[in-house]
């Protein structure tokens, strides 16, 4: 059976699918997806269009409601939407539930934020006038989303958009439609009017296009690869409504470890961003950046750690990393492992194709050592379970390597030192900075996004998410 996309309030089917294949085991198909057509894109942003009215003046008891009761099924149905998350993207089974549990969260918390949207008031220069300052609904918006999170992502886009009151398309990316799918279903039967809500399942070039050139799309909100961010952004300004926009893209994040760190803490938290979920996080650190004096304990007791890692099935309990997302990620993945040695890196740990129980892209977690910043591994996203060290003289030097980058998603420091991690906190040029704690893993309440290339416009996440997804309109009323 193909799963549909849902336009305007109904399930439509289409003539062309493609299969969600679990990368832990290529013989399973996770289900077949439908494939937006061009016109269904269309007519989903008219039924969202058509929806807005109605919507962004509704009740925010009601909006409280159907987003506190998306919350509750998502996480009542945490363990099975867990397993279908893990199944197709390949995250072990812990973080795939743990995921499915923070998009239930990420309702929850803004169902509350529907009741908690305030205005302000200022006083006038003219005598008698009120100036009142109050946040409307942007419109229709064009959600356009990556393989990496397939639930949380939609989630911390879809769960806002609603709240304060805007009518969604949403693009889920083609390799993980099933997470996207199953939510949308959540949403169908939450008490949505018919065309606030629309889920249209397909490629990039036909789908995501589509959205993009639209005319009665409001704003996107993007996250993906810097190269497709770039195209989003262009086609943004490009419209005759020069649309609203919201890109998260790539990092190259660095976690600095000095010669004062609790070793083992360090070793943990290089551990942690570098190689849970494969390195396919936006927020992995890839660029270890150490100081001379801990540098060759800490990379011996990195690799040890490493030789720890289990890689296998992501629905095997055993397994501490699940495989490589497709063909296409490990073909990048190796291309990077070479081009490192290449470049002069030496390959001191890992990097080795595996074989398993099941066809699937299992990668060893593979650590550089001798990398400098100049090269283009200390340089570029990987997107793998790849990480290079590199070795500085002291703090100075760290943090200088931290921000030679053009991207600034997160950087990392493990240090015991007051003085050195409040000025990292200062001087990392990066939207998160985490002292003695991983690079990856944020909190749901709180603002996310970065700078330089990794990020464009407006935060995402806890109540900053009413910059993007509200407009600001100043009144000025005489009462006559
Ligand atoms: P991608 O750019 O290939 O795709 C992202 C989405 O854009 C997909 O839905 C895709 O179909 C769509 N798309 C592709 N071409 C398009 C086009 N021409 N027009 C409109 N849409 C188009 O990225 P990916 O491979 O899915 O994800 C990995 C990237 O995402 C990495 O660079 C990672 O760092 C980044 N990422 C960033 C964050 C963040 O919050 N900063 C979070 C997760 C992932």
Known sequence: MIQPNYIGGEWRHASEAIANINPSNTNDIVAHYAQATHADVQDAIDAAATAFPAWSRSSIQLRHDILKGIGDEILARKDELGMLLSREEGKVLADGIGEVVRAGQIFHFFAGECLRLAGDRLASMRPGVEVDITREPVGVVGLITPWNFPIAIPAWKIAPALAYGNCIVLKPAELVPGSAHALADILARAGLPAGVFNLVMGSGSVVGEAILRSDNVDAISFTGSVTTGRKVAEACVASDRMKKMQLEMGGKNPLVVLDDADIELAVGCALNSAFYQTGQRCTAAS??????????????????????????????????????????????????????????????????????????????????????????????????????????????????????????????????SLKYASHFKRNAEAGTVMVNLPTAGTDYHAPFGGRKGSSYGPREQGRYAQEFYTTVKTAYTLPA
């Open 287 to 416: 660029r270890l950046i150490v100081t001379d004096k801990i540098h060759d304990s800490f990379v011996e007791r990195l690799i040890d750690a490493m030789h720890g890692l289990v890689v296998d099935d992501a629905l095997k309990p055993e397994a501490s990393i699940g495989p490589v997302v497709d063909q296409r990620q490990l073909d990048q993945d190796l291309r990077y492992l070479r081009l490192g040695q290449e470049e002069g890196g030496r390959l001191a740990c890992g990097g080795e194709v595996l074989a398993r129980a099941t066809p699937g892209f299992y990668l060893s977690p593979a650590l550089f050592t001798e990398i400098d910043q100049t090269m283009r591994i200390a340089r570029e996203e990987v997107f793998g379970p790849v990480a290079a060290v590199i070795r500085v003289k002291d703090y100075g030097a760290a943090l200088a390597a931290a921000n030679d980058t053009r991207f600034g998603l997160s950087a990392g420091i493990c240090t015991t």
